[in-house]
Structures are given as C-alpha cells and as structure tokens.
C-alpha cells in the first residue's frame, strides 16, 4: 500500500515536472541550446557574407546548423524558406547574382526569426504555462536580429538606443508577463519589430532614391533587400488594409524614377498604425 | 533503515509539489479594469475595488518615451471606479496603468472615418482561445453572441483591460452589472455601434423599420451593417429575404445613399451560409450548432470583408464596383521582350475589351509606364497617368501615378526635348556603359553639351548636380568644378543649396582632409541648419589628418630605434638574442591566434585577423629584440646596469606602441576609435 502511495506521488510529481514541456515537444519547438545555434549560424553566415568573395562551403555548413529551426518554421507557418534558401545557396555557389542571392540568404534569416518569435508569442497566449520558457527562447531569437535594431538606431535616431532600448524593455515586460499583461507585453515587442522592419524598407528606399541616377545594379539588390523586409512585416499591413498592402507593392516595385521614399513612409505609417520616426 | 529512506522520498515529493504549486504565492486581489466607451478621442476606464478611494489613471501613447499623463477621477471616493481619459489621438494605441499598480493595459482608440479596422464576433465558450484571437487578430472591439453566464465566471476577463465588449443589447461590462442602478446596461432589441466609418445596427426581433430607418441617417460612416436573428427576417433564402421588412428599409436606403450603402447583414441561427440579395450580403452565423466560434471582421473604406476564423474561409461583404482584377500578360511579355508599341497596342486592345467589367488599373499604368520609361514620349505618358487618377481614383496605383505626373510637369519645359535625352541617357547609355572611362566621359559630355543648349531649362541644375556627383566616384577635381558651376549658375536653385557641403564630402573621400575642411567651413557658413552635420564631418576630417600626422611620427621613431639598436656601434646582435626574440614571437603569435579566434566575429575578415596577429607578433618580438640590444649597447658604454636595462626597456616599449599603432592604420584605421584616436 505504502509502494503504491510512493508511486503515484512520483508519478505525479513527474508528471506535472514535465506539464509544461509537453506541449512544446509535442510540436517540437526548438528548445534554448538548438535557439542559440542557430542564432550563433545566423550570425556567422551575415559575417562571412560580408567578405568580398563569401565562401559557399562555409555558408553550407552554417546552415545546416540552422535547419532545426528553419524546417520548424516552416512546417508551423506553411513557408517554404528551407526550399528559397537552399536555392539562393546553389546560385550564390555558381556565381550567379551574388549579392542578389546573398541577401536572400541572410534577410531569408530574419524571416524565420521574426516568424519564430510570432510562433513563440502564439505559444504563450494559448497557454499561460509557456510564458517563460516562450519568453527565454524569445530573448534568444532576438539577438539573431538585434544587429537590424542597432543599424536602424544608427540610422534613423543618431544612434540613440531607441528601437534596441523598445526591445530589451518589451523583452522584459514579457519575461514577466502573466496572462491579462501578456497581451501588452507581446503588442509592444510586435510594434518595435514592425517599426524596425519598416524602417529598414524605408532606408532601402531611401538608398534607391540616392542612387538610382548612377548605380541600377545597386538598386537592383536594394529593391530585393526592401522586398525581403517588407514580407517580414506585410502580413499585418495587409491584414489592416488589403489596399494599402498593394500600394505599397507598387511604390516598392515601381520604376526607381518613381520612387518617393515619403510617400512609402505615409504608408508604411499607416499600414501598421504606428509611428515609425517616435524616438 | 529503509523505512528512513522511504520518508525522505516521500518528503522531497511533497516539497517538490509544494513548489510546483506554489499555494503561497496565490495571486493577490489585482485590479482588473475594463474599457468602456471607447471613441476617437477619449476612453473611460473603469473597475472595482473593495475599499474605498478616488480612482487614478496613468496613459500615454504606447511605444512613446514621454511621461505618463494621469487622469483622475471626477467624483469622490467609491468603490466602483470610472475614469475618463480626453485629449486622445483617433486610431492610436495607448498604454495605461491604473493607480499604482505594476499592470499595464493598452486600449485603442477609435479610428478615423476614412481608417481601416477589424474587430470580431465570437459565440459559445472561447475562454481559452480569447488572449490567442486578440493577438492575432488586432480586433478593435469584440461582439459576444452568447449572453453572460450571469456567474462568477467571465470568459472575456483577461481581454477586457484592451477591448470594449459588446453584447446583442450593448455593452457587455462585468462592471455595469455591478453597478445597476447608475447604469442602464440593455439597450432593447434596436441600438446602434458607431466605430470609425462602420454603423453597426443591432435588430433583436420584430421591430418597427421606421425606426431602424431613422438609424441610417449617418452622415459620417461609409458602411452600414446588420446584426439580427433569423426570426427577424423570416428564412434565409432570396425570396424570402427580399419580401422581408428589413431587407426593404435596406434596399430603399441604398437606392438614396448608394456611396454609403447597407453592405450586409449578420444572421444569427443559420448555419454558415450566405446569400446576396440586391446587392446586400446575408451570412449565417451558426451559433446554435456549433459550440463556440469566431468571425472577423475587416472594415476599410470601399470593401469589408469576413474572415471565418475556424473555416479558413473569407466572405466579400462590400467591395469595389469593379471587383475583379485581371492582368494582360500577353500585353506584359511583349513589354519585357522590348516591343513596346506592339505591347501598347495589346494594352490598349485589352482595356477597350475588358472596360466596365473588370479593374484594369493597372494596364492603365503599364501604358503610362511604357511611354515614361522606355519610349521617353512624356506627353503621352502624362495623359494616361492622368487618365489613370481620374477614372480609377482609388487605384493603388495613384500614389506612384502622382509621383511620375509631379516629376514630369516639373521639368515640361522645352517640350519635353532636354527631359526626353537626360532620361533616355541615365537610363539607357550611362547604366549600360559608366564602367568604360571612354563611354563614360563621352555620356558626360553630352550631358555638358545638353545643359549648354538649354541653359535655362528647368532641368539644367538637376543635369548640373547630376554630373557633378558622377564625377565624384571617378575624377573629385571636375565633380569639384562641376558642383562649383552648379553654385555660380544656379544659385538659387534646390539643387544647389548643398553644393559647398558636396564639394567638402568630394575632398573627403578623396582623401584630401585639409581641403575639405577649408570647404567645409565655408558651408557651415552658408548653410547653418546643417551645423550639426557639417561639425561632424570636420571633426571627422581633423581626426584623419591626425592620424596621418601620428602615423609619420611612427615611422620616424621606428626609424630611430631600430637606427639607435641595430646601427650604433657595436653594430652586431648576438645569436642569442635573436634566437629568444623568436620565441617571444611565437609565443605571441599563439597566445594572440587563440585570443583572436576566441573573438573572431568581431573582424572583418580572416585575412584582417590574421595580419594583425602577425604584425603585432612580429612588433612585440622586435621591441623584445631592439630592448635587448639597447641595453647591451648601453652596458658596453658604461656600467649602469639599472639605467642600462631602464632606457632599453623604454625603448622597446616605444617601438612597441608606435609598430602597434601603424598595424592598425594600415590593417583597418577604424580600430583606432577604441583608443579614441
């Protein structure tokens, strides 16, 4: 009698141990070592990328750290960034458009860590027990992208700690966030994301506009690279305004004689409601 | 013995579940507010407390840095609180904390008429899927189709600091219930929710259409729409709906306001269906069968739609009055294979059969686009951007349609001549061949010959500017000359308000820092709203210069120790010495790979990494080398050891710095910030 009470206060005590895990390996949700990886390849592709002649080889072996992850984002948000990014490795490989194919590659990258951190939000809100563990691998994905945050503080507030400083203060919030606070918590990381990402259109815009009289080619991979952070961020304008979406599209695919970075910033503003230059 | 055992596990289980538990950190009595009455600038936050106190809030528009705005509230001390927040923007977020507490909530505002938004209707038992829906789905306010339980517990409760809630006789509020007596929370079966340019009318059975009629008279909303039952409108079939009371106060409303129409109607009770009847959409919501669900709603301007949550499906429910979008792809490829009359001609064959059925905005544009572009005939171009604004006024290609339209009538002068050869050589000769120097100065004369001819063209400064900053990345003395044309013909031009800051950024690049700083000072003279910028810049200039002056004074005390060491007699350095320089040299060169290795990324490159592990290697083993020999040839002149071994080690140490110094100005001079030089 006393071995079947010790029994089933074990199994209790295991069971509710591993609760809040559960649910996480059920949908095998890479946990904060597998996170770090792939941040760490993350990281590592962006610096070899930025070597005149990146090597291939090196940037194969990175990925192949980071496919945990990327596979994950895939099969959870029916994307097909494991297929893209391959591709782009196999032309930039060849030679062919280096640094076209080379920014899909590392913007590819803050895709799926944008869409990790989506999914980890989504984790927390339906089940208030994965707060923490969802607000630990949050923080790790994060530093994938932090390197954005910095350039855009550098860029558009004269390297004052605005976007960062947004961050690590949601970051935070959300560390210790409970299920009524949760919701403002993950608003605030969301909008700091959406505004460093339309910040980062603009100022690929902006660098069109600034060279578009002498260097098409330059503005070839500007335009590829305004793409790439725009999709990070289309969702929710096209959500807002399925119209205001297609403007947006025809102001970033237009002819580069007809491209106004203003009039990108108007609508990039009102797409997500938020405004971008708030310091 | 075992019996010992056995209760030591058996209290480790029972602390591990204590702590797992946590019984003692069982939440405290948190204040949980509700947003009520929510317009475009002001919100009402209310809650109640046990004691009594004077309710205080906190808010400010999320995201920004500024302080807190507090806003108190108007009566005295009470238990159920209710503070009004003024002076709000329209379709902005706010974040706000009641009194002192750690909790921090966000509302929104109402939207401006003209704004999108969403929201959403949910029915049965969502309390697990509420938090999830609100993030996903950014809904503005939510639409409970299920009455409250009347119970203790209320599934909206984690979401009602953010949202106001609505019932179908009006406001859903835990708090208004309480406090019955001051309020009067049921609105009857007909009331009305006005949010941005939506006007949404509850009809909850059999009621009066003069009255719902009155309801219409919305001058402000863009959208009207229905939320009733199916009793009201008897069965959900064609026939039946047009016969009904209500469908008729819709369709006579519609034929008097057809901009600001009755889009649809929400039928509760019908299984997930929908149907249009003279251009209003009936959906069924199935709240009856189906155990909970949710429906959101996107409003905008000319179209809303519904998104069934659980279905994956979506329901036009107001649209453009021409909806379909096709694209002639015929018309496209000639484009893109370079025969552009033959794709005009295809565009406009398009159009001419496909006008007033579909959206052919965009073959509008593409012919605009052509005639711009590629055919530089910018008369034409003008007319279809034009004709694009006019017949598709809320086409999403108007904003660039402007942009080329503001472009082109600006430099229309001359008949388009100078604007046609300026475009046609930017965009077709100077992108083909500026990496040939011939070409290039060939296009850049003809540039210069352009400007000649029309002296006074409207373009003539932007050609000047133009050329000026192509020289820049080729030849700085003629983009200098060229920007100083810029300043003495066209003065007073936009163009040329910048000019002297150009010219300092020329010589700055060019490396020439003691000239840019001279024409630097000179724009700060001339253009005080760029001080900041300009300081910047001649810091920067100041800072290089110095460096360059350091780095010359480096190689002169390279120069003189190694003189002093290796040439002053007795000119010869013993095996010995250089044997133990070597080994400093690879000790270093270890110790310094391993450190370097440890932070890698921090480099450019490994090339970077491994010439400053060689160079400061080799520096520390001559310093090494030249401190020996210094102190050997000052022993051999007299015999003071300690001053001998003093002055050779100083002199090490100087070589040292002064090789460290040169390995990072030639490596990568940015290094140097570190030490602030």
Known sequence: MKNLLYVIIFSALISNCFASLDSDKKQNVPQPPVVKQYVNACLEIERIRANKNPDSNAINAQYEITLPVVKYIDSVCAANYDKEIRDALKKLAAGEKPEINGQIIGKGFQNVTVLAIRQELNLMAADPNNIKPCAERIAAYFEGIRPTFIRRDKGFFEGKKTLEASADA??????????????????????VIART?????????????????????FCDVKRVEAGIFYRIIMPRIEKRSPKINQTLLNLINGSYGAIDSKEIEKYLAAGLAINLRQS | MRKLWLVVLLMIAIAGILIILKPGKKAEAEIRPEVLNVSSSQATIAWLSEKKYKGLVFFQPAGDAAALLPAAETFGASGQHEVILTGLWPSTRYTYRVGDSKARFQFQTQPAVTDPFSFLIVWGDISDRVVPLMRSELAEFIISLTPPSGQNFDQFSDVRPYVPV??????????????AGRHQTDSGNLWKLDWGGLRLIFVGGAVDTAKIADL??????????IITSLGTIGEFESKKISESALHSALVSHNKQHPAKPAAFVAVIGKDADNVEVDGVQYFGISSGTKSSGAIRIDVDVESVRAVFIDENRELALKQPPLKQKRTCEECRRLADKGAYEESIKAYL???EAHKGSFQIDDAYYAIADIYDNKLFEFDKALTWYRRLISEYSDSTFTALANQRIKYISAYSDYDYKPLASF??????????????????NRIFNEVKSLIKEYPDSNLAPVMQHWLANQYRLSNPDKAVEAYMALRKNYSGHSEAQEAMVEIGETYYDAGRYKEAIIAF????????????????????????????????????VLAITCGIAFLRKPRSVETSRIFWSFVVFVITGVLLSFGAWLIHEQFNSLKEMLLIVFFFSTTTAVSTLISMSFTDKLLAKNNRSVLAAVAGTMAGIIFFLAGIYLTIYYVYVHYLIVVKL
């Not at chain 1, 949601?170 to 909008?191: G, H, I, N, P, V």
């Not at chain 2, 609505?166 to 406090?179: E, H, K, M, Q, V």
């Not at chain 2, 219409?216 to 729409?225: E, K, L």
């Not at chain 2, 475009?423 to 290039?440: F, H, L, S, T, V």
Request: charged letters at 30%; hydrophobic letters at 35%.
């Open chain 2, 521 to 556: 000072k000179q724009a700060l003279n001339e253009s005080p709203a760029l001080a900041d910028t300009i300081k910047t810049q001649i810091a920067r200039a100041q800072r290089n210069i110095r460096r360059d002056k350091i780095s010359y004074a480096c190689w002169i």
């Open chain 1, 170 to 191: 949601a970051l935070e919030q959300l560390s210790k966030a409970d299920k009524t606070s949760l919701l403002t918590a993950s608003r605030e990381l969301e909008d």
């Open chain 2, 423 to 440: 475009e046609r050589i930017k965009a077709i000769e100077y992108a083909r061949k500026k990496d040939q120097p011939q070409e290039r």
């Open chain 1, 197 to 217: 990402y339309a910040l980062s259109v603009l100022y690929e815009m902006q660098e069109i506009e600034k060279s578009r009289d002498s260097d098409l080619k």
């Open chain 2, 349 to 351: 064959e398009f159009i």
């Open chain 2, 216 to 225: 219409f008279n919305t001058p402000a909303a863009h959208t009207i729409g």
């Open chain 2, 166 to 179: 609505y019932g179908s006789s009006g406001i859903d509020s835990p708090f208004l219930r309480a406090a």
